[in-house]
């Protein structure tokens, strides 16, 4: 049986009798007075035999003297109930038993389409028998729905208010019984009904004429001067249905035509306020006048959202390629905008001043090709397009384009002149940042030594950042299969058992964790990670270098003879730094198996920490600008 809650009753108490038709057991007490009971699981089991047998009517009443729940009408037998859906409505008369019935219904913890469901179906039986009868269950079936439908209650209001406006009125009163008399005054103005609005406000206890009155005068005298769409735009802006509203107003604009233009720069500023230029694009899509006016709007938008390429096409699409054009710079899109200014029939002294402008921009911007195929196609300035290709190491361009001036211009300073301090230049930032591989290389496998040392001698303070030392690792064996090495196989990190500080403290150390974990803290197996992190980026900082100088060099080797030993050098120092590299690499990750876990041996009656996560894989060292050939000139 079910946990039913139980009765109280004195001690000591007689069962008298039972009477099966009235659901109820009578009771004596030790006193002699008898009480009357209607226990709960005897008025179910007779109310669910009446639902099997289909009198409704007397579960109904049954449910409703005892207070049990409604539902059970549908739930005990749901497609019984829909099958007798019409005897249920012939059983029940009483509009208000059947108010109650949906009230239940809408309060059911079932899935809102399943509440739909029910409402839909019965709401169709109402129809189909009298619904000025049932207008307020047919109102209820609307209502109880969740999200409830308020509008199909209204419109079904709307229907009955030129036959019966007597009877709407009091179903007004009754909806708003139902649902929140200002949504319901917000629903009917969304559908543009004044009377219906006024109905609903003149009965909700929340309304003040002082304030509804003057507003609905507003709104019908916005209709009169400008049309219906201009008070849907009133009223749909009022509801912040933005797009309805900007549909209203190109509505109005349909309008006499010396309204139009008014009407037009106000969609334009309700645009612009409310961001709706894609939607106006939509709505006047027919209108080319219209449209031109948007997209300068949509552009100018976008243009001080800084967004310069999308701004640019709006004002092409615009018809306003001046203000294209300056967006297209500010985008540093130089090839449309050339493209655009030749369209548009720019002089040459514009598009040379134009060109000098963007190559310059582009220069400071690292992007140095396309500045020096601007500087040159545009600005027609030779010398510091050559000076922008080596700017960005691309020598060759920069040679065949010097080349080319001293065969066509005579120009046979330029190699001397430009690139033979521009390599030299180059030469020099290479080899910094060599240099500076080189030393960061060095220094971090010194601390590693450092660090593999106190691994050994100070385990705790090593594998507990945190400074809490702790018995049970005092005794541990640091030593692994292996060896002794920094490899990928590194020893678990200690991690103390859970402390009775408090919640703060405990995110205080997380945190600091967190932070610690990032810059390696000083000697402690984080900044062994962090290193090894860091020397795992090497080769490719390495390859990108060397991709630099493979470009270079060759023309170190044509120049001068300065020019030659300079290159003989950076090509020695690169090769020894790149074998330094693989020295470090092959000492700090030997060749071992790297999925190998490490082997922790322990002191009887200690505790060996939990596995840690593994430090760094090996990285591989792949060959050095393999993609554009060998990065090494063989004849320095």
């Known amino acids: 049986m079910p946990n039913w809650d139980a009765r109280r009753t004195e001690r000591g108490a007689r069962l008298v009798t039972i009477v099966p038709s009235t659901m109820s057991v009578i009771l004596q007490a030790p006193r002699g007075n008898l009480e009357t009971v209607h226990p709960r699981p005897m008025v179910l089991s007779v109310v669910k035999d009446d639902i099997e047998e289909g009198d409704y009517r007397k579960a ?16 005990h037998e749901p497609r019984g109930f829909v099958s007798r859906l019409w005897s249920f409505v012939d059983q029940i008369e009483e509009v208000d038993y059947i108010n109650l019935f949906l009230t239940d219904i809408g309060k059911s913890p079932r899935p809102a389409e399943k509440t ?15 619904v000025e009868k049932y207008i307020n269950s047919i109102l209820t079936t609307h209502m109880v729905k969740t999200p409830p439908d308020i509008e199909a209650s209204l419109a079904l209001l709307l229907r009955l208010r030129e036959t019966n406006p007597n009877l709407v009125e009091e179903a007004v009163k009754y909806i708003i019984f139902l ?22 406000a003149q009965h909700s206890p929340k ?3 002082r304030e509804y009155l003057p507003f609905l005068k507003q709104l019908r005298e916005a209709g009169e001067e400008f049309g219906d769409g201009y008070r849907r735009f009133k009223i749909d802006d009022h509801l912040k249905r933005y797009k309805k509203a900007l549909q209203g107003l190109h509505d109005a604009g349909k309008h006499p035509f010396h309204f139009r ?8 500023t309700y645009t612009d306020k409310h961001r709706l230029h894609h939607e106006a694009l939509d709505i006047w899509v027919g209108n080319a006048e219209s449209l031109q006016a948007i997209l300068n709007l949509y552009g100018e938008y976008l243009f001080e959202r800084r967004e310069f390429k999308q701004a640019a096409l709006a004002f092409v699409q615009a018809s306003k390629p001046q203000r294209a054009i300056i967006a297209y710079e500010k985008a540093y899109a130089w090839q ?16 040379v001043q134009m060109g000098q402008r963007v190559g310059e921009d582009l220069a400071s911007r690292k992007r140095y090709s396309e500045a020096g195929r601007v500087l040159l196609d545009y600005a027609k300035n030779v010398e510091e397009a050559i000076t922008a290709f080596a700017q960005g190491g691309d020598f060759p361009e920069a040679d065949r384009q010097a080349r080319a001036a001293c065969a066509l211009n005579s120009r046979l300073d330029l190699i001397e002149t430009i690139l033979h301090p521009e390599t030299l230049e180059v030469r020099y930032q290479i080899g ?8 960061q290389l060095e220094k971090q496998t010194e601390r590693l030594k450092e660090l593999k040392v106190k691994k050994v001698t100070d385990p705790d303070g090593f594998y507990n950042p945190d400074g809490e030392r702790s018995a049970n690792l005092q005794d541990v064996d640091v030593m692994t299969d292996a060896g002794s090495t920094v490899a990928g196989t590194a020893f678990t990190r200690y991690t103390a058992a859970p402390s009775s500080g408090t919640k703060k403290s405990k995110v205080s150390s997380k945190n600091s964790k967190k932070r610690a974990r990032k810059t390696g803290r000083k000697g402690t197996v984080e900044e062994e990670e962090y290193i090894l992190l860091s020397i795992g980026k090497m080769p490719a900082r390495l390859e990108a270098i060397q991709v630099r100088a493979a470009k270079l060099l060759p023309y170190l080797l044509q120049y001068t003879d300065e020019h030659k030993e300079e290159g003989k050098e950076l090509q020695r120092n690169l090769k020894e730094l790149e074998a330094k590299l693989r020295s470090t690499i092959e000492e700090v990750w030997p060749d071992e198996d790297e999925d190998e876990a490490p082997v922790l041996t322990a002191v009887p009656g200690t505790r060996l920490p939990p596995p840690r996560q593994s430090l760094p894989r090996k990285p591989e060292m792949t060959t050095p600008g393999a993609a554009i050939t060998e990065w090494e000139v063989k004849l320095l």
Not at 432 to 439: I, N, R, V, W
């Open 60 to 75: 109904l009443l049954d449910c409703r003297r005892h207070r049990i729940n409604l539902n059970i009408l549908y739930d």
């Open 116 to 130: 739909s469901e029910i409402c839909d179906a019965l709401r169709s039986e109402l129809e189909k028998r009298d």
């Open 179 to 200: 649902a929140d008399p200002d949504t319901l005054f917000d629903a009917a103005l969304g559908m543009y009904d004044f009377s219906l609005a006024l109905l609903i």
């Open 207 to 209: 309304k003040d004429p």
């Open 261 to 268: 233009p008014k009407v037009f720069e106000e969609a334009l």
């Open 336 to 351: 449309e905008l050339f493209a655009l200014a030749v369209k548009e029939g720019s002089s040459f002294d514009e598009l």
């Open 432 to 439: 910094e940042d060599a240099t500076e591989l080189k030393e």
